[in-house]
């Protein structure tokens, strides 16, 4: 990893410290937090409450989702009583479409969408567009390495740079776009130029592998 990405994912855990939040979960719930991300990227869904309860062994599945969810380790559904999603992925519509071993789920953001295949090791299909110009943007991964991308590799990933709302889901992540090609990217980037950077795509794969992949470690 190079400095300027490793600078970048230190950036984004001052800001959004998924990590540490995990830490400080005791740990039958950090437990189910990681089961929630693999069933998201094997089956392209959250765990429901009866899986919850399983996995807490009879546990207060209410308090686990009320503490989950207060940390922004997991997005809520819209009827409040289930998981909808967790970073990366999610159940709600978003831009960023994928098939993840040809299953279908969302990703919140450009940049969670290229970090589910270093992740998982995964085969990857990402649909999205340009935030810009509305482009459809289609990539192909295995793993951490990109196979295929449209329109073209100069694809480049722009993020603003904010400390979020109680979801980032709902307010960072919303920041965090695919823009068709360098000039676009710069034009987007003109706005504020202060509190944004753009990545490459080889360099947005390893942003992303560097500040999520660590979720799966015990």
């Not at 979801?167 to 509190?195: G, R, Y």
Request: include cysteine; glycine fraction near 6%; hydrophobic fraction near 40%.
């Amino acid at each position: 990893m190079t400095t300027s990405i490793s600078n970048a994912v230190q950036r984004l855990n001052s800001q959004l410290p998924l990590k540490a939040r995990q830490l400080a979960l005791p740990p039958e719930l950090a437990s189910v937090h990681r089961a929630t991300l693999t069933s998201l990227a094997e089956q392209g869904r959250p765990p429901g409450r009866e899986e919850l309860n399983e996995l807490l062994a009879g546990g207060d599945v209410d308090a686990a989702l009320t503490r989950l969810a207060s940390d922004d380790l997991v997005v809520m559904n819209s009827a409040g009583n289930g998981i909808a999603g967790a970073y990366p992925m999610t159940t709600e519509t978003t831009p960023h479409h994928l098939r993840v071993n040809k299953q279908p789920v969302n990703a919140m953001c450009a940049l969670d969408a290229l970090s589910v295949g270093p992740m998982f090791d995964a085969e990857v299909e990402i649909s999205s567009h340009c935030h810009v110009t509305g482009t459809a943007i289609t990539l192909h991964m295995q793993g951490e390495t990109l196979r295929e991308v449209s329109p073209s590799p100069e694809v480049r990933v722009g993020v603003r740079w904010q400390n979020p709302s109680a979801c980032a889901a709902h307010s960072m992540c919303l920041e965090m776009v695919f823009l068709q090609d360098q000039p676009t990217a710069l034009e987007w980037q003109a706005e504020d130029t202060e509190n944004t950077s753009l990545f490459n795509l080889q360099d947005a794969i390893a942003f992303g592998a560097g500040f999520f992949t660590p979720l799966l470690q015990v």
